[in-house]
């Protein structure tokens, strides 16, 4: 992604851009460039559902009510209060073991994106090209 791709997305609608993380880091593209606040998830090379929970709790600093568990996640997601009210870039770089579990981490993460876009808060994702779909 170029740095002016990366403006380009940036200042669009909130969504989600695919990443190749063996070749960049989103602190590199990121740096100095953006007042957003940027998360940054590790999942490792093949993460399970569990890993990848506990892995965005501790990126977003989820509150002690969060359940580990997808529905926890969206809702979390879908309220931050917790954070500062600036736009958020969300760094997300590895791979889940299960189709399954990747598409339902899409999914809620799509739908973040939507959530904040009618809240009028940027909210981007930044993902690992070893997290897309299969068919994308």
């Known amino acids: 992604m170029s740095p002016e791709t990366l403006d380009t997305f940036l200042s669009g609608e909130n969504g989600m851009h695919f990443i190749d993380a063996d070749t960049t880091t989103c602190s590199d593209l990121l740096a100095g460039k953006h007042d957003a606040l940027l998360v940054h998830a590790q999942l490792g090379e093949h993460a399970s559902r569990d890993t990848a929970l506990t892995e965005l709790a501790r990126a977003f600093d989820m509150p002690r009510w969060f359940g580990h568990n ?31 579990d990747r598409d339902t981490l899409l999914d809620i993460l799509q739908s973040a994106c939507q959530y904040w876009q009618d809240a009028q808060r940027k909210f981007h994702v930044l993902m690992d090209l070893r997290l897309k779909h299969d068919n994308d």
């Open 70 to 100: 997808w529905d926890a996640l969206e809702d979390c997601l879908t309220d931050l209060e917790w954070l500062p009210e600036q736009p958020i870039v969300l760094c997300l770089i590895g791979a889940l073991e299960d189709a399954t």
